[in-house]
Each structure stands twice: as structure tokens, then as C-alpha cells.
């Protein structure tokens, strides 16, 4: 279901000046449908109805320059046609993230944090503090270290969301990977 592509603060820029010619209007509907959007995933009983809205987000951003002079009526409307895309991919059963891995061992556990550091290792240096600071602390803590971190890089926090998701997405397979080498 994942496209590779990257939510670039132009196309961001490029979104945010489909939906209304305020930025702070557009600020306002960007963070109304992206509720909606996870609302109706919620509704729809899927467990990551926060990524399923931003994969909606990025195709609409995507396929902005193809739609902005042909699409006519509210925009809100074309983000839910893409959420029900984007459900039913969803859906496919070869598109669901596996299970965690049973750490009941403490040898399986010590070879899965063998992996995370190698894994960790392989990335940019940027990503790795990103991805380890992003997922440090817990409630508001958590929530004030990713304003910061936000502010930091210079992009909105549903970028940074996406950002962390990605490079989360990247060291998932790069470990199961890793883990399916140790044990053959």
C-alpha cells in the first residue's frame, strides 16, 4: 500500500494552497479533514488510522498537480474518495504488518537488539537521532520533545510523523530481515 514518495514541504506548501488561499484557513481544513479522515478509519476499526489519514494526505498531495485544475467542488470530498482507496488496501491481507516477534528468550531478545544496532547503524546519522528521538519519552514529555524536534527540522509535526514513520517502517524490515539471517 505504501507509495515511495516523500511529502516534500513544496508539495505541502502546494496542498495547503489547494484547500483555501488563507494559510491559516488552510492550516485549520488540512488539521479538519486529517481528523475526519482518522475518525472514519477509526470508525472503520483500523488499529492505524493516524498513518492510514497521512498515506491519504500524501496521494492527495501527490496527485495535487494532476487534479488542481480538473477537480471542481470541496476538497474535503476528494480526500475521503482516496481514504476509501486507501481502506480497502488496507484491508489485503498481505498488506498487514506481521506480529511481533515472541521475545520470551532472553538469547532472542539479546539477538533482536544485536539487530536494532545494526540496523540503526545502517541508517543516516540524520535519521537515526531522528527516529530515536522521536520515539523517546512517553505522554507530554513525548509530545513537547516532538514539537521541539519539529521546530528543530524545520517542517510540521505531520511531517515529522511521516518522517518517523517511514524511517520506522525501514528498520522493521531491515530487522526482520536480519533476524530471519540469524536463524538460518
Known amino acids: 500500500m505504501k507509495k515511495n514518495w516523500v511529502l516534500s514541504q513544496k508539495a ?3 496542498l495547503l494552497d489547494w484547500l483555501a488561499p488563507n494559510r491559516e484557513q488552510a492550516g485549520l481544513k488540512y488539521e479538519a479533514i486529517r481528523r475526519r479522515l482518522i475518525t472514519i478509519f477509526t470508525g472503520r ?3 492505524a488510522a493516524e498513518d492510514l489519514a497521512d498515506e491519504t494526505m500524501n496521494r492527495v498531495a501527490n496527485k495535487l498537480p494532476e487534479i488542481r485544475d480538473k477537480y471542481s467542488g470541496e476538497s474535503a470530498l476528494f480526500f475521503y474518495a482516496v481514504a476509501n482507496n486507501v481502506y480497502r488496501e488496507s484491508l489485503k491481507p498481505h498488506l498487514r504488518p506481521p506480529p511481533p516477534p ?7 531478545l539479546e539477538e533482536t537488539f ?8 545502517s541508517l543516516t546519522t540524520e535519521n537515526r537521532e531522528l527516529v530515536i528521538e522521536y520515539y523517546q519519552e512517553d505522554k507530554s514529555a513525548k509530545i513537547s520533545r516532538r514539537k521541539v524536534l519539529a521546530e528543530r527540522l524545520q517542517i510540521g509535526p505531520n511531517a515529522l510523523r511521516i518522517r518517523a514513520f517511514r524511517i520506522r517502517e525501514s528498520l522493521q524490515k531491515c530487522l526482520e530481515k536480519c533476524m530471519s539471517e540469524r536463524e538460518s
Open 12 to 14: 505541502f506548501d502546494d
Open 45 to 47: 476499526g483500523c488499529c
Open 114 to 121: 544485536l539487530c536494532l544496532e545494526q540496523c540503526l547503524d
Open 102 to 108: 515472541n521475545l520470551s528468550d532472553t538469547d532472542d
